[in-house]
């Protein structure tokens, strides 16, 4: 099993025909992914790597009943992008999108949460189920299948992460990224409630960093939960008040800082890992 996506979803990607849209619509369908449709207004016609395009994401639902979304957007017409696939019936809306503006993103969540719709991002590497579905920017030749859930708010660190676990044969369910930014749509926690559920998510790795009260919430969280959770936080040499490179990655009026987060960690019941290679070795002792 696996959570939010598997080889039954039907991806549209909005944004199909610009030039991050059309290379990773065509990476994520060499991947296996079930591209449907894309849309880009007055490109009606078009293919991108045998894809169709729309003008918009209601034509796109009606030719062919898409599921899920994905944004390669520019930031400034994010806002209008997600209203319109949130607003069509999509009940999944992966943002891959960077500097998106603060409250545009306020009001995304807000709109989703008003149409009980999922929203992973902004600023995210995406979702991959290894082997089913890959939606997003990582690459996908470093998962392997497997029983690990992996939940990141750093895309590189967890590539590098899920490459390590793959290595010592601790293949991953689901990978996804909650997204850097300081308004985002799925939490740790909520991520965490997917895999607490999943029969086949044996251990879970999440990935966090200084900044923010996320890893925090997820802390409390991780005392209910049945599934073992191994951390890595991102940070700690990081000085006060100097932002790293998400826009949420910055420690401010002493919260949210290295030590405050590993404490509530391992008071959870998370293992946290040092470095990055000891990941595998801690998620390797529950498996």
């Known amino acids: 099993m696996a959570i939010l996506i598997d080889d039954k979803t039907k991806l549209l990607v909005q944004g199909a025909t610009g030039h991050q849209g059309s290379f990773h619509t065509e990476l994520m369908s060499e991947y296996g992914t079930r591209i449907a449709a894309g849309v880009t207004p007055g490109k009606k016609g078009q293919e991108v790597s045998g894809v169709p395009v729309y003008n918009t994401v209601e034509e796109a639902i009606q030719c062919h009943g898409p599921n899920a979304g994905v944004l ?7 806002k209008d992008a997600a209203f319109e696939g949130i607003s069509a019936g999509l009940k999944l809306l992966v943002i891959i999108t960077e500097h998106v503006p603060l409250h545009d993103a306020m009001e995304i969540m807000a709109f989703a949460a008003e149409k009980k719709a999922r929203v992973v991002g902004p600023n995210t590497f995406g979702i991959i189920t290894p082997g089913q579905c890959k939606i997003g920017i990582m ?7 497997g029983p690990v859930g992996l939940v990141s708010r750093s895309g590189t660190l967890s590539y590098e992460i899920a490459h390590a676990l793959c290595e010592e044969g ?12 300081r308004v985002v749509g799925m939490s740790f926690v909520d991520a965490l409630k997917e895999f607490e559920h999943d029969d086949d998510t044996e251990a879970v790795v999440l990935v966090g960093e200084i900044g923010g009260t996320a890893e925090e919430e997820a802390a409390e969280f991780i005392k209910t939960m049945d599934t073992p959770v191994v951390a890595y936080l991102a940070g700690k ?51």
Do not use: C, N
Not at 72 to 78: H, L, S
Not at 139 to 145: E, L, W
Not at 173 to 179: A, F, N, Q, R, Y
């Open 237 to 287: 040499s990081a000085p006060p008040g100097k932002r790293m490179g998400h826009a949420g990655a910055i420690v401010e009026g002493g919260r949210g800082d290295y030590a405050s987060k590993k404490e509530a960690l391992e008071e959870g019941g998370a293992a946290v890992a040092a470095f990055p290679w000891e990941v595998p070795l801690l998620v390797g002792q529950h498996l």
């Open 139 to 145: 690459p996908g030749h470093v998962y392997d299948p």
């Open 72 to 78: 390669f957007i520019p930031a400034p017409f994010v």
């Open 170 to 181: 601790h293949g991953i369910s689901t990978s996804l990224g909650i997204g850097g930014d």
